[in-house]
């Protein structure tokens, strides 16, 4: 018998940038009657079925781009007499979909780490139950990942994350409503362990795969002192002091390693956090602007980040406190109109933002959007074949529709094509070597065109596009640039590294065996797939 955990792609490309990092956390609480767990990370190589046989136990965690592929990964192991244990933020949302698309025989809804073991054992027993209430657990009961099961020579970068939840409500996003508005955070003491342990065996490029870095503004500190609530002060104060302390661990690290992140705009009006994430080698983070208009702004509820020349300087303030910014923006709002798209890219150009991402509006489950959408549809709602479009993830992709939400002024064809057209100007050969003057040296300026042309074929090329030819040419040399950047992130292990005596203990089962405590290198639910 073994355990099996399957991270669904239809996309293998043979390297990745990023670990999917709730692979090496659900290994983590894989209990050790069960063995040691077989990965299988999809985007690298898909599963083989013959290495299942019957009796195993298949993890599968789904999101909504991956869900279909889940689905037949999970069917497939059924059929070949395992047991099917389906996990993830899309799992959380429609369990009953897994039972139905993909013959499972359990579902863990919430965090993994706890709820995962004992679906693996009730399996083992021969008697699982049908749903497992993971929950939200609390910050210091996160482990750490399993990272001695890695293909280290298969990634970029590494992942480890330090707070889950997000305080904030867009309409577009999930997190709020499925990992809550509460901030959750790690000890900073086992984040450090944790980053130590992945520089000894070479990576020194970092993502800190959280919801919301900085999950305390000036605002919310400000607000709650006018109010005078003194218990809501201290709790953000302590929040607040908890990620400086762990910038200041950060920034004790090799100075050859480098960090990304993710946080509102607001994080931009609050120097004393951007030095201090720049001093901590958090060279840059993913920030949601979304929108360039006020309009577009109060439609996706963050009116609270700037637009116009307001958000160009900004934007700049992060650059000018050695922030780099991958801006986040996304097309097909009902206030976008054809002037939108050449505005946005402009703007992205204008306020220096180092990388940017242009998504098209999707209604996801577990929105806002959603949740208006679908109930904006027809009585039964349109579908392709026999899939109604308010379950567009259950729809092939070669014929799943790249929009789902009309838009009154423009059609879906040309809101794809606009949005193409703005992904070709930001990433074209001039703008981005002239944004990789940002960089060190000349090999990190290498490093940066690769990464950038990389980022445009995996997220533009493979994506937005509807011709079949024009997304597997753009496959082929995502794969090949995978293979050239990974060469340029590759470090030299550094296992003498040691990680930091700290003045107050850590309890022993927070901290991972090779540093002397009693479980294996653990990992963290908030990307724990089957616990999301």
Not at 60 to 88: D, E, P
Not at 199 to 225: H, W
Not at 246 to 274: H, S, Y
Not at 379 to 402: C, M, N, Q, S
Request: glycine letters at 8%.
């Amino acid at each position: 018998m073994s355990v099996h955990l399957v991270n669904p792609s239809d996309n293998s490309f043979g390297t990745a940038v990023i670990t999917p990092r709730w692979l090496f956390v659900l290994a983590a609480a894989t209990p050790e009657v069960a063995g040691e767990p077989i990965l299988t990370d999809e985007s690298l190589e898909q599963i083989k079925p013959e290495s299942i046989a019957a009796g195993d136990i298949v993890g599968i965690s789904v999101h909504t781009g991956n869900a279909l592929r889940g689905y037949r990964v999970g069917r497939m192991a059924r059929a070949r007499g395992a047991w099917v244990v389906y996990g993830g933020i899309h799992a959380t949302l429609f369990p009953e979909e897994a039972f139905e698309h993909g013959e499972a025989h359990a579902v863990v809804k919430g965090d993994g780490d706890i709820a995962w073991g004992k679906a693996v054992k009730d399996c083992l027993a021969g008697t699982p139950e049908r749903i497992y209430e993971g929950g939200r657990i609390g910050g210091t009961d996160f482990l750490a990942a399993r990272w001695d099961l890695m293909q280290a020579d298969k990634y970029m970068w590494a992942s480890v994350q330090t707070v889950r939840g997000c305080p904030k409500h867009c309409s577009f996003c999930s997190v709020w409503r499925t990992d809550g508005q509460q901030p959750r955070q790690r000890p900073h003491q086992v984040v450090i362990d944790e980053i130590v342990s992945l520089r000894r065996i070479g990576f020194r490029y970092i993502a800190l795969a959280d919801d919301n870095f900085y999950p305390v503004t000036k605002t919310d500190l400000r607000l709650a002192s006018e109010q005078g609530n003194a218990a809501r002060v201290a709790e953000l104060t302590a929040i607040r002091k908890e990620r400086f302390q762990l910038m200041e661990e950060l920034a004790k690290l090799p100075k050859d390693m480098v960090f990304f992140t993710q946080i509102t705009m607001e994080a931009g009006e609050d120097g004393d956090f951007l030095d201090a994430m720049r001093a901590a080698n958090i060279k840059g983070a993913l920030v949601g602007v979304e929108a360039v208009t006020p309009e577009g702004l109060k439609a996706v509820f963050k009116d609270w980040n700037y637009s116009g020349d307001a958000l160009a300087r900004q934007l700049q303030s992060f650059k000018k406190h050695g922030v780099h910014v991958l801006g986040s923006f996304i097309f097909g709002l009902p206030t976008d109109r054809a002037a939108t798209f050449d505005a946005t890219v402009e703007m992205a150009l204008k306020a220096g933002v180092t990388f940017a991402q242009f998504v098209m509006m999707t209604p996801f489950p577990g929105t806002v959007d959603f949740g208006r959408w679908e109930k904006q549809q027809p009585v039964p709602p349109p579908a392709v074949g026999d899939v109604p479009l308010t379950r567009y993830w259950l729809i092939p992709t070669e014929v799943r529709p790249k929009m789902f939400t009309p838009h009154p002024t423009m059609s879906s064809d040309e809101i794809r094509d606009r949005t193409q057209k703005v992904w070709d100007r930001f990433y074209a050969w001039r703008p981005v070597w002239e944004r990789s003057a940002c960089t060190p040296n000349l090999r990190a300026r290498i490093a940066f065109v690769f990464l950038s042309k990389l980022y445009r074929q995996m997220y533009a090329g493979t994506g937005i596009s509807t011709d079949s030819a024009r997304r597997k040419k753009s496959k082929r040399w995502a794969r090949w640039t995978a293979r050239q950047c990974k060469k340029l992130f590759r470090a030299s292990p550094m296992p003498e590294l040691k990680s930091p005596v700290w003045e107050v203990p850590l309890p022993k089962l927070l901290r991972p065996a090779f540093l002397g405590g009693d479980v294996h290198p653990k990992g963290h639910a908030a990307d724990s797939g089957l616990g999301d």
